[in-house]
């Protein structure tokens, strides 16, 4: 119902011999280590996307797209204060950014970075319009934002067919670096495949081998692959799915689902509901007694529900994240992050702004590292598979599927009574390594595509 | 592979979800069949109704207050909306009455955001119909049990208010032929105003009562919107007998379905407004000429 459209119209007309031309030179271009080439040259690279219009005066420009209504609202705003603080600290040359980005001076190559921001809605074609304007009316040099994987495949293809590179907002479908994939996208976060890798031992440890789940799975892209990957995983270990509850993004009530969920005879509710569907779900699954018979799992965690739900509801559960804030007792970047979010915005950041805020420091450590804003160049320079220094340890992309390799963060919700202070909500229980957790990167049909 | 005991439930669960369903529609076409005016504010009006419910709650602690703050403040905004707005579109194409309620409908949806922000907040059920209630064949929220009842009393409030008062035959008498009500000499000016309020009401009653039920967002009201449609479309509009069948129906469509193949609960839904639109036009207590 919700399958993506987006046409690829072929909108360059170009000559069989432009192209061989073009091609000869890039590969002789790319036979040079990207440190040798003069800077001079650098900037005399044929057009592509926006470059070099949009990379040519003394600002280049970042385009924002995240959900400011909707479902995935609260969140979407979250995202978008990590973004804010990335862009003022790349702009002032903070101490964090200089860590994770050490050429780093102020701005990026010496540009200051200015960005525009547009509501999405969680929507693709909304997030498709608004970042065609950033690309036609102020050159974006970058794309960014989603909270929708739904969003993020659109924009993957959206950056592929313009040639401006995309770094995803919240995108936890296997689709985005699986199938989806494409040369012009990067993506920060964890997803189904390493979400289900990562807690699904922990699941198995709590509840036994053998088991019955019940899943509550949001009908896009998203929910189906998370949901896949979470039954595979258990099947190893002999669990069945007594049933899976597909439901619309955004639906308004879930008694019917959670109806057939009591009557299901599972013995743990595996909810993938995201935004405020995850915490809809979840206080009325407690209205109909769920979890008086069954216990409750967050295979992909939403930022503020445990805050959002209210009482006890998260309490004893376990979740995959991407970042809690606590894990500034072991790596000293996450210190600074936190400290620095919570001085700007008077609350502890989620993983959403700990997201947004990486993939800004990251694309400024692959530019000027590169040298360059030429989007090949920026590419190879995030393929090379570089260590760099993150929140969470060292981290790297995949040249494959420009996945990230990071870990995954197990955490357990704490009961009210245990909590130390009002944003104390879970345990950091497991960091798991993430080379350990990801697929072969052809294993979910990436092919990148080209670079120009 | 019915298991029967769910399917109890679910024909159970349609029902709740229905009554509220139609609650909701009554007011939205009460308004669309006396004023002809289609009142795309209609969702925003039942999230400010579950908004002002739980600035009541905040201050007073008593849901009882929470429901009357919900119902009159959205009934005071729909008769200023009417007095200031609305009125002056009467006359005016059906797709400017469509624009400027709509648009009035995202201001107050922004208005919320900007106040109370996106996240997510509570209102919880009375002490007593809190917690869950054995029914034999299943358990099932006390509280959702007792919007039942409480929607029953309000469907029959509005019900007598509509046909057994003078008010009522004038508002029902504006449904069927309203230039006829107007030449009779009857200040239809202010039966319009009158009836805005109480289908407003009829919103913010729907707001606050759902409050429990649901967690309020800002955007509560965008989703139930296009389901109070389908259930006016389904009834008949203008029909208040039938935003009450269409609400059964559409509840029972949505929970029956869902049993079978969840992911195409709404496909149902709209199947069956479509069906509806070519073997009845007007809906099934609709009447054919009404406006």
Redesign the interface.
């Known amino acids: ?1 919700k399958r993506l459209m987006i046409e690829q119209p072929s909108r360059l007309a170009v000559s069989r011999r432009q192209l061989l031309q073009t091609a000869a030179g890039l590969a002789g271009a790319s036979m040079l280590p990207a440190g040798l080439m003069p800077r001079a040259f650098a900037e005399d690279r044929p057009a592509v996307g926006t470059f070099p219009a949009g990379a040519s005066g003394s600002s280049v420009f970042i385009g924002i797209t995240v959900p ?4 995935y ?2 969140q979407g ?1 979250d995202e978008l204060k990590g973004y804010e603080l990335a862009v003022e600290h790349i702009n002032s040359g903070n101490d964090l950014i200089k860590q994770i980005s050490p050429k780093t001076t102020k701005g990026v190559l010496g540009k200051e970075v200015k960005f525009g921001v547009a509501d999405s809605a969680a929507k693709p074609n909304e997030a498709v319009q608004a970042e065609q304007r950033f690309i036609t009316e102020n050159k974006a040099i970058l794309m960014t934002g989603s909270t929708s994987s739904a969003v993020a495949v659109a924009l993957n293809k959206l950056a592929q067919r313009e040639k401006v590179l995309y770094v995803t907002g919240i995108s936890g479908s296997n689709d985005t670096t699986g199938k989806d994939c494409v040369r012009y996208g990067f993506r920060q976060c964890f997803y189904g495949q390493t979400a289900a890798a990562a807690i699904g031992p922990i699941i198995v440890k709590t509840f036994g081998k053998n088991k019955k789940a019940a899943y509550l799975t949001p ?1 896009y892209t998203y929910g189906h692959t998370v949901t896949k990957s979470m039954t595979d995983y258990l099947a190893t270990a002999g669990w069945t799915t007594a049933t899976d ?4 993004l ?4 879930y ?3 959670l ?2 969920i ?2 299901s005879g599972a013995d743990v509710l595996l909810n993938v509901n995201w935004g ?1 569907d995850a ?2 779900s979840t ?2 699954a407690k ?3 769920i979890f008086d018979k069954m216990k409750l799992v967050v295979p992909y965690q939403t930022p ?1 529900l445990a805050r ?1 739900a ?1 009482g006890d509801l998260m309490s004893g559960v376990y979740a995959a994240t991407d970042f809690w804030w606590t894990l500034e007792d072991k790596y000293p970047l996450a210190k600074m992050f936190v400290a620095a979010f919570e001085k700007k915005y008077g609350y502890k950041p989620e993983w959403g702004a700990n997201n947004a805020y990486m993939q800004f420091a990251l694309w400024a450590e692959a530019v000027e590292h590169a040298g360059s804003f030429f989007p090949p160049d920026v590419i190879k320079s995030y393929e090379e598979g570089r260590k760099v220094q993150s929140t969470v340890g060292e981290v790297y992309f995949r040249k494959e599927d420009h996945q990230l390799v990071r870990p995954v963060i197990i955490v357990k919700g704490k009961a009210p009574k245990d909590m130390k202070n009002k944003e104390d909500y879970y345990d950091v229980v497991e960091i798991v390594p993430g080379e350990g957790l990801m697929q072969k990167p052809d294993a979910f049909g990436c092919s990148l595509g080209a670079y120009t | 592979m019915i298991s029967w005991p769910n399917f109890v439930s679910q024909l159970f669960n349609g029902l709740a979800l229905g009554a509220l369903l139609a609650l909701i529609s009554s007011g939205l076409t009460i308004i669309y069949g006396t004023l002809g005016v289609l009142n795309l504010a209609h969702g925003a009006m039942f999230m400010l109704g579950g908004y002002a419910g739980y600035v009541g709650y905040q201050y007073s602690g008593s849901f009882v207050a929470a429901v009357a703050a919900g119902a009159i403040f959205v009934m005071i905004l729909g008769v200023v909306m009417e007095r200031v707005v609305i009125r002056h579109f009467y006359h005016r194409p059906n797709e400017d009455q469509l624009l400027v309620t709509f648009g009035l409908g995202i201001c107050f949806v922004e208005i919320v955001r900007l106040f109370f922000s996106s996240q997510s907040l509570s209102v919880p059920p009375p002490p007593l119909f809190q917690g869950i209630t054995n029914l034999g064949f299943m358990y099932y929220p006390t509280y959702r049990l007792a919007v039942v009842g409480i929607v029953a009393i309000a469907l029959g409030v509005l019900f007598l208010l509509l046909y057994r008062t003078r008010l009522g035959m004038i508002v029902r008498a504006g449904i069927e032929d309203s230039v006829m009500v107007d030449s009779l000499g009857i200040n239809v000016d202010r039966v319009f105003m009158v009836v805005f309020g109480i289908g407003a009401m009829a919103a913010g009653f729907a707001g606050i009562v759902n409050a429990p039920v649901v967690s309020l967002t800002p955007g509560v009201g965008d989703d139930i919107l296009v389901e109070t449609f389908v259930v006016v479309v389904i009834g008949g509009v203008g029909s208040f007998p039938g935003a009450i069948l269409g609400g059964l129906i559409a509840g029972e469509i949505i929970s029956i379905t869902s049993m079978f193949n969840p992911s195409y609960a709404y496909v149902m839904l709209f199947a069956a407004m479509t069906l509806v639109l070519v073997v009845r036009p007007h809906g099934l207590l609709g009447a054919a000429g009404r406006e």
Not at chain 1, 68 to 71: D, E, N, P
Not at chain 1, 250 to 253: I, K, T, Y
């Open positions: 119902m400011r209504t909707g479902t609202a609260l705003e009908d509850q597909v439901a619309p955004g639906a308004p009530d008694s019917s689902y109806l057939n009591a009557n405020h915490v809809l206080q009325q209205q109909f007694g503020f959002e209210g």
